[in-house]
């Protein structure tokens, strides 16, 4: 796991972020302010949703226990 800014990554969202060539700052900048947010399947996650150029990007977060928020998985999609 690793913090940036406000967010906890899991070392599963790291691996995406590289995977999809995004950086943390990107995931950073779509859930602090998303186009679009909703309830996810996953018990207490959201997800956030930011459009940049031709490229959707989505962030799945949860806070736990202590209210700090965990990034857990991101993807990006073509629109």
Known sequence: MRNYK?????NHALAR???RGLSEGDAWATWKNPDQSEYAKA?????????????????VAKQN???E??????WSRPV
């Open 6 to 10: 406000d967010l906890i990554f899991t």
């Open 17 to 19: 972020l590289k995977e």
């Open 65 to 67: 226990d202590k209210k």
């Open 69 to 74: 928020w965990i990034v857990l998985s991101v």
């Open 43 to 59: 018990k207490g996650a959201w997800i956030y949703y930011k459009i940049y150029g031709n490229t959707k990007i989505e962030v």
